[in-house]
């Protein structure tokens, strides 16, 4: 179906269209695909320990943001690059409250009491219920 504000085709497997520079694809399929294999690697080398479970999750929090910027890239749906933009804001919080627990644990070399890990963890919550409200995003210009 061809749309009025967008005339290109839509994406095929949800991140494959013409309209995408090839550059994109260089720099998010690879990084994709090596960070959820160090993070897996990690894991499993390093017997579960609170470090490599923290890696691995912000390696899944990584790759599930970079293929949500990839879907917005290739859409030609304003209702999905809406919805994948919102989605992107969750990965992104996550992915920064992650590295500071990791840093954390890093530096302490135990894990976080957890008062801590709530007020770590309450920014996003807080993001959580303001996202689906028109405060972060009410509507699109197509031009």
Not at 38 to 57: D, E, N, T
Not at 88 to 96: D, G, N, R, T
């Amino acid at each position: 179906m061809e749309s009025v504000f967008c005339p290109k085709d839509g994406a095929s497997y949800l991140i494959l269209s013409d309209q995408v520079p090839f550059l994109l694809y260089y720099s998010h399929l690879p990084a994709i695909i090596l960070s959820l294999l160090f993070g897996i690697f990690l894991y499993l080398q390093a017997q579960r320990s609170i470090s490599s479970v923290i890696i691995l999750l912000i390696a899944v929090l990584y790759s599930f943001r970079s293929f949500f910027d990839l879907i917005t890239w290739a859409t030609n749906d304003s209702r999905q690059v809406m919805f994948f933009w919102s989605l992107q804001i969750y990965f992104e919080l996550a992915i920064y409250i992650a590295f500071a627990y990791l840093v954390y644990v890093f530096l302490h070399r135990q894990d976080m009491p957890f008062l801590r890990k709530a007020i770590f963890f309450s920014p996003l919550a807080i993001l959580a219920i303001f996202l689906p409200t028109t405060y972060t995003l009410s509507y699109m210009v197509l031009d």
